[in-house]
């Protein structure tokens, strides 16, 4: 008898790592993989594994979205199986995952799941109803602690101040001191946070797992917004080069794609292996834009925007973006042309392209941030991309007047579009033939 098992977790190589390991067994079937907590929630509704096996921290929030998604699942299927996956060995988590009963629950390290038969022997287990934890877990639920005076007001300022990831240049500027004196200060604080956790003391445990979760915040932060602009740019903004808020008008170049037919593609595929296609779609959409130097804004189902020109300004945003536009149509041809032999359905872009004055802005908080374009060239660029059929690139006639070298291309009959009261010129490339 085989157990049905499904793979959640936002990183694609530890997927891939977990998947190659249960492969090994023979009593073992991948029935379905997600990214996210809605991902694994909507796929073990669909397609009822005996087993999932998940990481904690997954979008849309890094925080304990696979705990969350599990109890879910078992909510509505009560039988399954759950292992987390987790590169934390705090058992605050282990606790939050078996409140409610240790049966058909397992929590195992990541850096040792690969040791022996560990992960399959939890699989197995956990089917069977029973539960599996992690010898380090038990050590660190079973250890007591002992409280011990806290920190100094001072120090517990420092460490605040470090777990927000302020600078030591702005520590010291705040403070009215010499980077080297707060270096030294921080580097006695950890000394003593780490004597105290070695003591077994319950107020340096609670203050190293604070500053742990505010780094891995602020990495997780970083390599978000790392995805979504060129290079150096996540790095100022974290480093408080933009104000959350703060706006600046600038004239850029806007693209947007989009798949056309995808509505009806999806009703008909087998939603995991599309979702790998669409992963698939915008990694390689990514390196047509980012090749560029253009800053992708979103992914939005099957629909992508960029912007050239911003953060940084670029006098010529909008050559870049034709040129990103044709080397993501070539990109998705090379996609098409190994789907189909593999009888997977191809994918028709059509993208639009606009120029124009936009408000762009660092939108959300010191915490979440994300760095938006708006304003009537965005509104335009949607409208336009529209018109693209499979293969085909329409660009607004401010961008058109913008290039330095013009693609062949057919002028279109102006158009009144949604929201405009006059008529809209465009060129679209390549020219049809018919």
Known sequence: MTISVFLADDNLIVREGVKALLDLEDDFTIVGQAADYDGLVSGAAALHPQVIVTDIRMPPDFSREGIDAAKEVRKRHPGTGVVILSQFDDPDYAVSLLSEGAAGYAYLLKDRVGEGNQLARAVRE???????????????????????????????????????????????????????????????????????????????????????????????????????????????????????????????????????????????????????????????????????????????????????????????????????????????????????????????????????????ALLGSEERLEYTVVGDTVNLTQRIQGWAEPGETVLSEPTWDALTVRPDADVLPAEIVKGRQTPVAAHRFPPRTN
Do not use: C
């Not at 602690?145 to 600078?167: H, K, N």
């Not at 107020?203 to 190293?208: A, G």
């Not at 300004?313 to 990109?331: G, I, S, T």
């Open 126 to 360: 956990v089917a069977a109803g029973g539960s599996v934890l992690d010898p380090k877990i038990v050590d660190a639920l079973t250890t007591p602690v002992r409280a011990d005076a806290s920190l100094s007001p001072a120090e517990e300022a420092l460490l605040q101040q470090v777990a927000e990831g302020r600078t030591i240049n702005a520590i010291a500027a705040q403070a009215k001191t010499t980077p080297a004196d707060v270096d030294a200060a921080i580097e006695k604080l950890f000394v003593r946070l780490a004597e105290g956790l070695t003591a077994g003391r319950a107020d340096s445990l609670h203050r190293l797992r604070m500053l742990q979760k505010a780094i891995v915040d602020r990495k997780e932060q970083g390599e978000s917004l790392s995805r979504l602009l060129p290079g150096g740019i996540a790095a100022r903004i974290l480093e408080g080069g933009h104000a959350p808020g703060e706006t600046e008008e600038l004239t850029v170049t806007v693209l947007m794609s989009d798949i056309r037919g995808y509505t009806t593609i999806a009703e008909h595929a087998d939603p995991s292996l599309l979702a790998g296609q669409l992963n698939e779609h915008r990694a390689a959409m990514n390196r047509a834009i980012l090749s560029n130097d253009g800053t992708v804004m979103q992914f939005v189902g099957d629909a992508v925007m960029a912007v050239f020109g911003a953060p940084v300004a670029q006098a010529d945003h909008a050559d870049r973006a034709v040129a990103a536009a044709q080397a993501m149509h070539v990109a998705q041809a090379e996609l098409n042309e190994r789907w189909v032999p593999e009888g997977r359905p191809p994918f028709g872009l059509g993208i639009g392209v606009s120029t124009g004055l936009v408000a762009a």
